[in-house]
């Protein structure tokens, strides 16, 4: 049994605040092919309640993490004209290392985001 696991978080750098509330889904990626394994919705502080790939369920290969930002700008009164400019944005990454925790986060704002490998 592996020991590491998947954790994410969404910060709104518009407002300065976490973003809670955001549906989030994560697919195992193999090829062409994407199969769903998990979702969850931000809390207030921004982040899942639990894990979003626990331990025991984590394994190394390609990823891809879906955040459902376009009704949280819309909630917000961010969101801007129709269409969105950013609606779903994803996140493909790669896990390497069974054993370790992997922290996958995204900042976001209206019409820009990023992302990074935390802690």
């Given at each position: 049994?592996?020991?590491?696991?998947?954790?994410?978080?969404?910060?709104?750098?518009a407002r300065?605040?976490?973003?809670?509330?955001?549906?989030?889904a994560?697919?195992?990626?193999?090829?062409?092919?994407?199969?769903?394994?998990?979702?969850?919705?931000?809390?207030?502080?921004?982040?899942?309640?639990?894990?979003?790939?626990?331990?025991?369920?984590?394994?190394?290969?390609?990823?891809?993490?879906?955040?459902?930002?376009?009704?949280?700008?819309?909630?917000?009164?961010?969101?801007?004209?129709?269409?969105?400019?950013?609606?779903?944005?994803?996140?493909?990454?790669?896990?390497?290392?069974?054993?370790?925790?992997y922290?996958?986060?995204?900042?976001?704002?209206p019409?820009?985001?990023?992302?990074y490998?935390?802690s």
């Amino acid at each position: 049994m592996t020991s590491g696991f998947l954790t994410t978080h969404v910060l709104d750098t518009a407002r300065g605040i976490p973003a809670g509330g955001i549906e989030i889904a994560l697919y195992r990626v193999s090829g062409n092919s994407h199969r769903k394994i998990a979702t969850a919705v931000t809390n207030d502080d921004g982040r899942t309640d639990t894990p979003i790939l626990p331990a025991g369920k984590f394994e190394t290969g390609s990823y891809e993490l879906i955040f459902f930002a376009g009704d949280y700008l819309r909630r917000t009164g961010q969101a801007g004209d129709e269409p969105l400019f950013l609606d779903q944005i994803p996140i493909r990454f790669g896990i390497s290392d069974a054993e370790s925790h992997y922290h996958v986060p995204l900042l976001l704002s209206p019409y820009s985001y990023s992302t990074y490998r935390g802690s």
